[in-house]
């Protein structure tokens, strides 16, 4: 399985942004899939994730209310909907997925990550 994230670059505090994840897989509905990010110096942290069939999602409490997660089965793509954006949300963003059957904020049970995509936020 490889993963591909793209739609990172620079914006402005208060803009907007969306992040693609295209997955080379015929089974991607089987895959609950998850973004995170790595701000420069810190760990990875997670971000949101969002089951199989799209129904139900979780977040992080540092994106509420402002970032939306969503997939296209059909397109094999999951999404990040970024709003609202801040400097605090500068950060190199990655996708991943997971054949658990359940959802996690723990990178352990992600078997696949993509290349990751960089997000920048200026003031």
């Known amino acids: 399985v490889q993963l591909q994230a793209s739609g990172g670059g620079l914006v402005q505090a208060g803009g907007s942004l969306r992040l693609s994840c295209v997955a080379s897989v015929r089974t991607f509905s089987h895959y609950y899939m998850g973004w995170f990010r790595q701000a420069s110096g810190k760990e990875r942290e997670f971000v949101m994730y969002?089951?199989?069939?799209?129904?139900?999602?979780y977040f992080a409490d540092s994106v509420k209310g402002r970032f939306i997660i969503s997939r296209d089965n059909a397109k094999n793509t999951l999404y990040l909907q970024m709003n609202s954006l801040k400097p605090k949300d500068t950060a190199v963003y990655y996708c991943?997925?997971?054949?658990?059957?359940?959802?996690?904020?723990?990178?352990?049970?992600?078997?696949?990550w993509g290349q990751g995509t960089l997000v920048t936020v200026s003031s």
């Open positions: 969002i089951s199989w069939s799209g129904s139900s999602a």
């Open positions: 991943a997925g997971s054949t658990s059957p359940f959802g996690s904020v723990s990178e352990e049970i992600y078997e696949f």
